[in-house]
């Protein structure tokens, strides 16, 4: 439990959609329109997040070639 995950804070509301999405995916539950609703916010929420890791979180630059 000391363990914390390197997951930015804006988002940690991303995994809770995906938590949602399963328990509304339970045999218990079987609401399937509002686990599709949660899924589609989840896989949302990780686009962004994919974005965001791969901008190696800069907010812009140039990239200059050199020539050796």
Same mark, same amino acid.
Request: charged fraction near 30%; aromatic fraction near 14%; avoid cysteine.
């Given at each position: 439990?000391? $363990?914390?995950?390197?997951?930015?804070? &804006?988002?940690? =509301?991303?995994?809770?959609? %995906?938590?949602?999405?399963?328990?509304?995916?339970?045999?218990? $539950?079987?609401?399937?329109?509002?686990? &599709?609703?949660? =899924?589609?916010?989840?896989? %949302?929420?990780?686009?962004?997040?994919?974005?965001?890791?791969?901008?190696?979180?800069?907010?812009?630059?140039?990239?200059?070639?050199?020539?050796?």
């Amino acid at each position: 439990l000391t $363990k914390v995950p390197n997951i930015p804070v &804006q988002f940690h =509301e991303v995994l809770v959609y %995906k938590a949602i999405s399963q328990l509304y995916e339970d045999e218990r $539950k079987r609401d399937f329109s509002a686990a &599709q609703y949660f =899924e589609q916010k989840y896989q %949302k929420g990780l686009r962004e997040a994919k974005k965001f890791a791969r901008r190696g979180n800069q907010k812009g630059g140039v990239v200059r070639p050199y020539d050796y």
